[in-house]
T-cell receptor, first 113, second 113 residues
Framework: NAGVTQTPKFQVLKTGQSMTLQCAQD?????MYWYRQDPGMGLRLIYY???????DKGEVPNGYNVSRLNKREFSLRLESAAPSQTSVYFC????????????FGSGTRLTVV | GNSVTQMEGPVTLSEEAFLTINCTYT??????LFWYVQYPGEGLQLLLK?????DKGSNKGFEATYRKETTSFHLEKGSVQVSDSAVYFC????????????FGKGTLLTVNP
């Protein structure tokens, strides 16, 4: 089915470890986004890529890096994981710079111990 | 900056009851407004949207009207079902913020049979 695919679905890391969350979309969307979801906080934007070749910081970029590998793929990297990064991470994509709404992946539940 | 405020939950209703979830926003210009729904263990799905004042978005029996004079976009449904149990997010985007979505904190709805 067409949509946004995130891997992995679950991950447990030790403090200080690194990992990359993968995201791919097959809808030929130009824009892609990474959000984190925490209880009582709603969704907060970490980084986004308005088009292939560009990336920009969102509300909460500290501790993260991103790569827009090509039009389909947008990865999120945690270089040195901290317990404060325990969260559910969602990737999303959109056409027309989001005016029609976003399509979300099913999320990655990350626990840092 | 842009912000979205929605009524705090949880909201608990009996099947066939009337639902209203309030949403107000702060933004300059003319944002687009959205309602997203998140079922347990899943990502967010676009429920409905409205892109200009007085537009009514509707889907699956849910409705919301873009009221610029009151800066509101309240979600309503005339008769809820158990299957409507989910978290509902109000959101906005506008061109001045590169169309990034700004979310409310979400409202948990539980419908009992």
């Amino acid at each position: 089915n067409a949509g946004v695919t995130q891997t992995p679905k679950f991950q447990v890391l030790k403090t200080g470890q690194s990992m990359t969350l993968q995201c791919a979309q097959d809808m030929n969307h130009n824009s892609m986004y990474w959000y984190r979801q925490d209880p009582g906080m709603g969704l907060r934007l970490i980084y986004y890529s308005a088009s292939e070749g560009t990336t920009d910081k969102g509300e909460v970029p500290n501790g993260y890096n991103v790569s827009r590998l090509n039009k389909r793929e947008f990865s999120l990297r945690l270089e040195s994981a901290a317990p404060s990064q325990t969260s559910v991470y969602f990737c999303a994509s959109s056409e027309n710079r989001g005016q029609g709404g976003y399509t979300f992946g099913s999320g990655t539940r990350l626990t840092v111990v | 900056g842009n912000s979205v405020t929605q009524m705090e939950g949880p909201v608990t209703l009996s099947e066939e009851a009337f639902l209203t979830i309030n949403c107000t926003y702060t933004a300059t210009g003319y944002p687009s407004l959205f309602w997203y729904v998140q079922y347990p263990g899943e990502g967010l799905q676009l429920l409905l949207k409205a892109t200009k004042a007085d537009d009514k978005g509707s889907n699956k029996g849910f409705e919301a009207t873009y009221r610029k004079e009151t800066t509101s976009f309240h979600l309503e449904k005339g008769s809820v079902q158990v299957s409507d149990s989910a978290v509902y997010f109000c959101a906005l985007s506008r061109s001045g913020s590169n169309y990034k979505l700004t979310f409310g904190k979400g409202t948990l709805l539980t419908v009992n049979p």
